[in-house]
């Protein structure tokens, strides 16, 4: 069975500061992953969609890679604002949707 | 143990009739229950966020009365597609909010096929 792992846990880093949030995955068999962000009280946010045939996508500030092979996304966020504070869910598809532990950001101002 | 099921995993019906997909929450009450879907090769997107005794708030785009979201009791909420066309073939998950910043308890989908 696919276990999503993310690490950290929670991170809390200064405004401004660069941070990589990780994914790893036990099945390289997907068809795609996906990350998230989650607000409390909120559905999921999608932030980025990278397809198994796909290294990477960006967005903004926001870049995501994929190392299939090696079962392991990263989730880069530059310049990190107090509004980046959410919880970052990664999840991948299968043959259903495995969602990770998520990792809990905290951006201090 | 799962803490969210979802009834059917898989289903398929003919264009034109109504499906209707279960979400219940297997531990503690539900206040706050959340529907996505994703089309083939595209973003999981929240469809709805479904509240306990009250109308259910739809995203941008997403039609009220074509997804019918029934949230009767505090472990149940109910998603019915209505008059189903080819184009709502689509994987439909529900999540129990868990309040804060944990995250989401997530069910384990549903397959529409609808031919």
């Known amino acids: 069975k696919q276990e999503v792992t993310q690490i950290p846990a929670a991170l809390s880093v200064p405004e401004g500061e660069n941070l990589v949030l990780n994914c790893s995955f036990t099945d390289s068999a997907i068809y795609n992953l996906q990350w998230f962000r989650q607000d409390p009280g909120k559905g999921l946010t999608s932030l980025l969609l990278i397809q198994s045939s796909q290294r990477e996508q960006t967005s903004g500030r926001l870049n995501a890679s994929l190392d299939k092979s090696s079962g392991r996304s990263t989730l880069y966020i530059a310049a990190s604002q107090p509004g980046d504070s959410a919880t970052y869910l990664c999840?991948?598809?299968?043959?259903?949707?495995?969602f990770g532990t998520g990792t809990s950001l905290t951006v201090i101002p | 143990g799962a803490v969210v099921s979802q009834h059917p995993s898989r289903v398929i019906c003919k264009s034109g009739t109504s499906v209707k997909i279960e979400c219940r929450s297997l531990d503690f009450q539900a206040t706050t229950m959340f529907w996505y879907r994703q089309f083939p090769k595209q973003s999981l997107m929240l469809m709805a966020t479904?509240?306990?005794?009250?109308?259910?708030?739809?995203e941008q785009g997403v039609e009220k009365d074509k997804f019918l979201i029934n949230h009767a009791s505090l472990t149940l909420s109910t998603l019915t597609v209505t008059s189903a066309h080819p184009e709502d073939s689509s994987f439909y998950i529900c999540s129990k909010d868990r309040g804060g910043y944990d995250t989401q308890y997530f069910g384990p989908g549903t397959r529409l096929t609808v031919l």
């Open positions: 479904s509240n306990e005794g009250s109308k259910a708030t739809y």
């Open positions: 999840a991948v598809m299968g043959d259903q949707f495995y």
